[in-house]
């Protein structure tokens, strides 16, 4: 699947250009991003250009990338005084995956990702694989964040770099200045962690 989102918020509403199944759903300043199947798999390659003020993006449900994969996620979000608080990302094992996410920030805004290595649910883990995602965090059109999250096979699993946790990280932009904390937490409190910091509850 090769899909492409572009938003453009016009002040009244939003303009939608779209190729493939994604989409998205508005609902009071709610911005819900929409890919019918919630799964990534084989060679599927997304693309987002987003652009709102202000109002709240997310998704519809966790993403699950499947095993054998070799996926592509590109995103570039421009937000003035927005947030985006996508579900967490679930890697299947033996998934292969790209993220890049350039976000551009006027005023302010929260930013969180959440990264979980296996169907944990399942017993599975995270032990065959690739998994790169690169966010840069700019103030203007200024870089002030660049960040890189990497599982190369079972590497993470080392207590020094992450152990057998999920990875939640939150970037805030405020009125020119910033910050970001990360967060290795059991599977079993990951969504309601996430629920707690998004508000988002479903």
């Given at each position: 699947m090769r899909g492409y989102l572009g938003?453009?918020?016009?002040g009244d509403g939003l303009i939608i250009e779209r190729e493939g199944a994604l989409n998205a759903i508005l609902t009071?300043?709610?911005l819900i991003l929409v890919n019918p199947s919630e799964v990534l798999a084989n060679d599927d390659e997304l693309e987002y250009n987003i652009e709102v003020s202000?109002?709240?993006?997310?998704?519809?449900a966790f993403t699950k990338v499947l095993s054998d994969s070799n996926v592509k996620i590109k995103s570039r979000v421009r937000l003035l005084n927005s947030n985006y608080l996508i579900h967490p990302v679930v890697f299947y094992n033996r998934a292969n995956v790209l993220m890049e996410s350039d976000f551009y920030v006027e005023g302010s805004a929260t930013i969180v990702e959440t990264f979980i290595p296996g169907r944990r649910g399942k017993g599975e883990r995270f032990l065959e694989g690739n998994v790169k995602s690169v966010t840069k965090v700019y103030i203007g059109d200024k870089l002030m964040i660049y960040d890189v999250f990497r599982m190369r096979n079972?590497?993470?699993l080392d207590p020094w770099v992450m152990g057998d946790g999920c990875l939640l990280t939150t970037?805030?932009?405020?009125?020119g200045d910033f910050s970001f904390s990360r967060e290795i937490l059991p599977f079993t409190?990951?969504?309601?962690r996430w629920s707690d910091l998004t508000n988002i509850w479903f």
């Open positions: 938003i453009r918020d016009n009071q300043n709610l202000r109002r709240t993006i997310t998704d519809q079972g590497d993470y970037y805030h932009v405020r009125e409190k990951v969504h309601q």
